[in-house]
C-alpha cells in the first residue's frame, strides 16, 4: 500500500525557515508527480508546489513562488519543500500526495505536518 508521511513543521517566527519532507513508502516517487498542499483553518486545501519527477519540471503558486522550493531525493524516496521568509499567513497544515502526472488526480493523503508562523 502506498503511503506518505510528512514531517517538519512547527512553530516559527515571521521571517523565519522550516524544511517539510514527504516520506514515501510501497512507492517509488521518481515514477510520480508529487505536490505539496496546505489547508488553513476555516480554508480549502490549495496546492502550493509540484514536481514533476519524470521531468523535473516544477510549478510554484504564486504566494509562494520566490520563497518555496520542492525538490525530491530519489534514493531515498523522499520529497521536501524548503520554505523561507515564511509569513503568517503560511500558517496551515502541509500535506504532500502524488499523481501519475501533475496534473493530478492526487493520492496518498497523509495526516499532514502543522506550520505555525508567528508575527
Known amino acids: 500500500e502506498a503511503r506518505l508521511v510528512e514531517s517538519g513543521g512547527g512553530l516559527v517566527q515571521a521571517g523565519g525557515s522550516l524544511k517539510l519532507s514527504c516520506a514515501a513508502s510501497g512507492l517509488t516517487l521518481e515514477l510520480y508527480a508529487i505536490a505539496w498542499f496546505r489547508q488553513a483553518p476555516g480554508k480549502g486545501r490549495e496546492r502550493v508546489a509540484c514536481i514533476d519527477n519524470y521531468d523535473s519540471d516544477t510549478y510554484y503558486a504564486d504566494f509562494v513562488k520566490g520563497r518555496f522550493t520542492i525538490s525530491s531525493d530519489n534514493a531515498k524516496n523522499t520529497a521536501y519543500l524548503q520554505m523561507n521568509s515564511l509569513k503568517p499567513e503560511d500558517t496551515a497544515v502541509y500535506y504532500c500526495?502524488?499523481?501519475?502526472?501533475?496534473?493530478?488526480?492526487?493520492?496518498?493523503w497523509g495526516q499532514g505536518t502543522q506550520v505555525t508562523v508567528s508575527s
Open positions: 500526495a502524488y499523481a501519475p502526472a501533475s496534473g493530478g488526480p492526487y493520492d496518498g
